[in-house]
């Protein structure tokens, strides 16, 4: 009678727990997003007048992607992951698919590389899926192993990896491979990984990078991206022109900003890809260190919620999909802000729910949504989680 009472209450939790969202996740999201808006359209109009072109254009796209992603992230938090669970491989394949496809004729070549897909006016990147199709896999693959883990499952997650990683290498984006090689290293060692499989996975790593620079895989302006950085006496014309202005940008900004539409090297177009990739600069003429700073505090309350899901997920699966959607979406801020301030390489990666980009709010959209779901249908006791091992 005890026991039929406990799990009486222990299902009412449950589903109790499913009907409250996490708002400490939520509100931050949709903050950031409107955010983002601002700077986008601060940072596009003077571009766009100058062109000719109506300067809310830019704006007006990222706001159509912006509704349907706010919609694909609450209509994924609904879904149960042990449902999602039954579509990854072929999430999975259609991505590859994907990627295979920008490789073909159909692929669409923008600034010397082949990352897109043209569908009509719109463009679709196929390797912002990939990342979440990735993600979905390893953790699919991963939460049926042993504790410790087993030598041959790590193999098998490396060779997961390793086929999207490829293809994404070919485009080229660098970015997205390195964005890969640290979620898959992250969901490897929360899955059970021992020290010295994770020393063998990095010392490999180590080598296979050593060995693509020495057979001359990597381009040679690649390799100067990838340093130019690093040169304090640099060409600021050439190489490190981007970071250079995005540095003023930001320096300029003070501690409060400039103000809203009042950046000078916003509204004269000094810093390139401002609107995407180099879109904090704008936070930081516009809205200074505080603003900065509040971009920052919300980007990590989001991770941090994301892991709390992680931590209190029911299941393995879910464990290890919020653990990897907290990956993806720390490496992205890290990156991102780091190459802005020079204390990281450019590499392409867009900062999450602000940088223009359709494909990538929409993906990152969901894969918050799915992080929201594992929150939502989190474990009645805390700690527990159900065994999937096979």
Avoid: C
């Amino acid at each position: 009678m005890a026991m039929t009472q406990e799990r009486t209450q222990i299902s009412l939790l449950r589903r109790d727990r499913q009907l409250r969202p996490d708002l400490f996740l939520i509100i931050p999201y949709l903050i950031l997003t409107g955010l983002g808006l601002v700077m986008i359209y601060s940072a596009s109009a003077p571009r766009l007048e100058a062109l000719g072109i109506s300067p809310t254009r830019e704006v007006e796209q990222q706001a159509a992607f912006v509704l349907i992603g706010i919609m694909a992230f609450g209509i994924v938090s609904l879904i149960d992951t042990r449902i999602v669970r039954w579509w990854v491989p072929i999430t999975y394949i259609a991505s590859i698919g994907t990627l295979i496809m920008v490789l073909s004729p159909l692929g669409t070549v923008v600034k010397g590389a082949q990352r897109w897909i043209q569908f009509g006016p719109v463009r679709f990147q196929p390797a912002e899926i990939a990342k979440l199709a990735v993600i979905l896999a390893l953790a699919a693959l991963l939460s049926a192993a042993a504790r410790p883990m087993k030598w041959h499952r790590v193999v098998q997650a490396v060779a997961l990896v390793a086929l999207p990683s490829v293809l994404i290498f070919l485009q080229p984006d660098l970015g997205t491979m390195l964005t890969f090689g640290f979620i898959a290293g992250v969901m490897i060692f929360v899955a059970g990984a021992t020290w010295r499989q994770m020393a063998a996975l990095i010392v490999s790593g180590i080598i296979g990078t050593v060995g693509v620079f020495q057979v001359g895989a990597i381009k040679a302006y690649q390799i100067t991206r990838l340093t130019a950085f690093l040169d304090e006496t640099g060409d600021v014309l050439g190489a490190q022109y981007n970071q250079y202005q995005s540095q003023i940008a930001i320096g300029t900004g003070g501690l409060f900003g400039k103000g809203l539409f009042q950046g000078t090297q916003t509204n004269l177009r000094f810093v390139p890809e401002q609107s995407s990739d180099f879109i904090f600069t704008a936070v930081g003429e516009q809205l200074g260190f505080v603003g900065s700073l509040l971009v920052i505090v919300l980007f990590g309350i989001i991770i941090w919620r994301v892991l709390v899901a992680a931590a209190n997920a029911r299941d393995r699966f879910g464990q290890l999909v919020a653990t990897g959607i907290a990956a993806l979406l720390g490496f992205h801020v890290f990156v991102n802000i780091g190459m802005t301030i020079r204390v990281m390489p450019v590499t392409g990666l867009p900062l999450p729910f602000m940088s223009s980009g359709g494909t990538v709010f929409v993906a990152m959209s969901v894969a918050l949504g799915l992080a929201h779901s594992v929150w939502m249908r989190r474990s009645p006791l805390p700690g527990e989680i159900q065994s999937e091992a096979l």
